[in-house]
DNA sequence: TCGATACCTGCACAGGTACGCAGCTATGCA
DNA sequence: TGCATAGCTGCGTACCTGTGCAGGTATCGA
């Protein structure tokens, strides 16, 4: 099978096999892309932090992450803009505090696949 | 228990007892780093696109890394000079061939969990 | 109504990072 | 000994991203 795109079809190749078994392992590009920003979000050890906090610990008010992650309130908030935008967390406001939790489900198993070596 | 640092202790919480479980859960900043530092090298699309490769198809060479994936060769071994140098992926040499493969075990199963949805 | 609190937004700066190009080293073959 | 191939490195550029500051909006209590 013939997976290699034409436009590099001419060039040698080492394991041809492996090859285009290599391309079929990679699949489809935007289900890398995706991947790799679901990883990317959580590449900011901040970030991650907050995720961290919130998957464990539940609903949780900016200010209160903020004190808990060492950041300023409006790195927090940023943080918090950006997962709501990719759809990881979501926020509930109750009065004037919003409370935010993860809702993304591949996002909650790598969380508890870091958090479970931890000391 | 009172695990806020006491620079910040000073501050509002708003549910107090949460804060300190948020820290908590949060652990070692060096753990936290640790794992920021692994998702990091997942974050980029071409460079996840090298390791779903290796992953799946075992060791393979430089330059079939190259047309599976449609990167130029420096690109290719730039990406892998930074995973090996983060422990992530190891080559070994045979003749003028060096084939890679993937050597960490925390992102082995991370490339497993994200190869699961792959149609 | 006035002030304080909780949170959000826009902007500018610094730092990091991916990428392409050119050139280098090393191995295998004729 | 030439010559092509496989892979590596250095450099420069463009881009992205995290961070802090200043200021804005909404809610609660006095």
Redesign the pocket.
């Known amino acids: 099978m013939h997976l290699v795109p034409a436009d590099r079809a001419d060039r040698?190749?080492?394991d041809g096999h492996r090859v285009c078994d290599a391309i079929a392992a990679i699949g489809d590009e935007a289900h890398v892309r995706t991947w790799a920003d679901r990883f990317?979000?959580l590449?900011?050890?901040?970030?991650l932090a907050l995720l961290l906090a919130l998957h464990r610990t539940g609903p949780l008010?900016?200010?209160?992450l903020?004190i808990a992650t060492g950041?300023?309130?409006?790195?927090?908030?940023?943080?918090?803009?950006?997962l709501?935008a990719a759809g990881v967390v979501t926020?509930e406001?109750?009065?004037?505090?919003?409370?935010?939790r993860v809702i993304d489900e591949e996002t909650r198993l790598l969380l508890k696949h870091c958090a479970a070596d931890n000391p």
């Open positions: 040698r190749t080492i990317s979000l590449a900011d050890p901040k970030r008010a900016v200010s209160d903020a950041m300023n309130d409006p790195a927090v908030s940023q943080a918090l803009r950006l709501r926020g406001k109750e009065g004037r505090v919003v409370r935010y």
